[in-house]
């Protein structure tokens, strides 16, 4: 193995492990993390912003902090169309941090990492890839936490923009909810319910999915084939497509039946 190769290896358990750390020994803090208090030292905008895109982060790195606890907080600090705009450009930052975080500690150690939480395990199995409107639905229901997903994203290599516009696609409306609502949403919105539904609704997606894949598409194909089988067909048998120099003698070489033009070449020779 190659020096640089040991290097890496080094420096990606490093990283591993001091985030690891840092989750565990802050476990309590992190988890019940007060942005209000973080922000109360100061009177700026401006400040606060740069505060609470920090805490984004941060929650991108660790994983323990509670996604609805910081957009709650936020709608209570700034005005609301501030607030909604700050956490989505948070949401931003996050999913991005985290996918480049599984990105640089590659996929054998993000699987085994994953592979340590039910959650993860989950993600695995379904082996999600890096179908955009998997990804936008997934993101839409609050079924799988957010860096989780965005850690297997980032270590199965998908396409970086198209990740991170459809995950801010399908996160918004609840980043939007809870900036604007506060837990009073949990009141009106049966969240088990509606995860309940769409847990119904995979079977559905997955049998369109086989039918639109082994029947649908081999008929469309078949006929196309069958089209273009007949076309050529018919430009076979078709005598107008036959060599028009073999039927029309005003084609042929009128060099040899013409003197005029031998005796004008001898000319130019001499």
């Not at 973080?38 to 323990?64: E, R, W």
């Not at 179908?131 to 290599?157: C, E, H, M, T, W």
């Not at 076979?236 to 073999?246: I, R, S």
Request: aromatic fraction near 10%.
């Amino acid at each position: 193995m190659k020096k640089k190769e040991i290097f890496s290896i080094l420096l990606r358990t490093a990283v591993a492990l001091t985030l690891f750390l840092i989750a565990i020994f802050n476990y309590d803090t992190l988890s019940q993390l007060d942005v209000r208090q973080l922000v109360s030292f100061t009177d700026h905008t401006s400040v606060m912003i740069a505060v609470i895109l920090a805490v984004y982060l941060v929650k991108a790195l660790v994983f323990v902090v509670p996604a609805s606890l910081v957009y709650v907080a936020v709608g209570a600090i700034l005005p609301p169309v501030t607030a909604v705009a700050v956490n989505l450009v948070g949401i931003f930052i996050e999913v991005s941090a985290t996918y480049w975080l599984g990105r640089f500690l590659g996929k054998e150690a993000v699987y085994r990492l994953l592979s340590k939480r039910a959650a993860g395990r989950k993600i695995i199995e379904k082996d999600l890839g890096s179908n955009n409107k998997v990804l936008l639905a997934i993101r839409a229901i609050p079924a799988f936490p957010i860096d989780l997903l965005s850690l297997f994203y980032g270590a199965s290599g998908c396409r970086y923009l198209p990740y991170a516009l459809f995950s801010l696609l399908g996160i918004s409306w609840r980043v939007i909810l809870f900036t604007l609502i506060g837990d009073a949403v949990f009141a009106w919105i049966p969240m088990d319910k509606i995860i309940f539904i769409v847990i119904l609704c995979i079977p559905v997606g997955v049998a369109w999915f086989l039918i639109k894949k082994f029947v649908l598409e081999p008929k469309k194909k078949k006929k196309a084939d069958a089209g273009m089988q007949e076309k050529q067909n018919t430009e076979n048998n078709d005598p107008d497509n036959e060599d028009a120099e073999n039927t029309d003698p005003e084609n042929e070489n009128t060099e040899n039946i013409n003197p005029e033009n031998e005796a004008a070449e001898e000319q130019n020779d001499c």
